[in-house]
């Protein structure tokens, strides 16, 4: 076993899809990154600079480990970014019936306010206006609605 036995895995998936696991080893002194004998489908070597080097189906990469404090990061700005760009039809959740009707049809809204409530299953969904615009409807309370159903449009007002 060896030096190879106490060596953390890596787990990776191929470009045809293929499931790899292999232990990760450190690189070959005076080797080049990459190098060392990776010829086989999926090996993985660990640079001196921290650079995992991954060889599967004739391909080698390089991956940049990545913090959990970084990962987070990451995934609050990719949130940030998608609350940015969103979106103004106002969909339903799930299959149900229309609860409820909070404004009229050409009512001014601001971000979070209640528009439309959906009952399904016994509980009740309610859909805020995602910014602040001119809602338009397209359901009216008691109507059954199907799941992604258009129930409404949010449309930004025009800074002109």
């Known amino acids: 076993m060896g030096a190879d036995a106490a060596a953390p895995t890596i787990r990776f998936r191929t470009a045809a899809g293929e499931v790899v696991v292999t232990r990760l080893r450190p690189a070959t002194a005076g080797a080049a990154p990459g190098a060392g004998g990776i010829d086989r489908a999926g090996e993985a070597e660990c640079a001196p600079d921290g650079i995992v080097w991954v060889h599967a189906d004739g391909v080698t990469s ?3 480990p990545v913090t959990r404090r970084q990962a987070m990061e990451r995934r609050l700005a990719q949130r940030e970014r998608a609350d940015a760009a969103s979106d103004p039809e106002l969909r339903a959740p799930m299959p149900g019936a ?7 049809d050409g009512a001014r809204v601001v971000t979070g306010d209640r528009i ?3 009952e399904a299953m016994k509980m009740e969904h309610p859909l805020a206006a ?5 809602v338009t409807l397209a359901a009216a309370a008691g109507d059954q609605v199907r799941r992604d159903q258009v129930l409404a449009r949010v449309t ?4 002109e």
């Open 98 to 104: 229309v609860a409820a009707v909070h404004v009229a």
């Open 62 to 64: 390089a991956l940049e």
């Open 130 to 134: 995602p910014h602040d615009g001119i």
């Open 116 to 118: 439309i409530t959906i």
């Open 156 to 159: 930004p007002e025009s800074t």
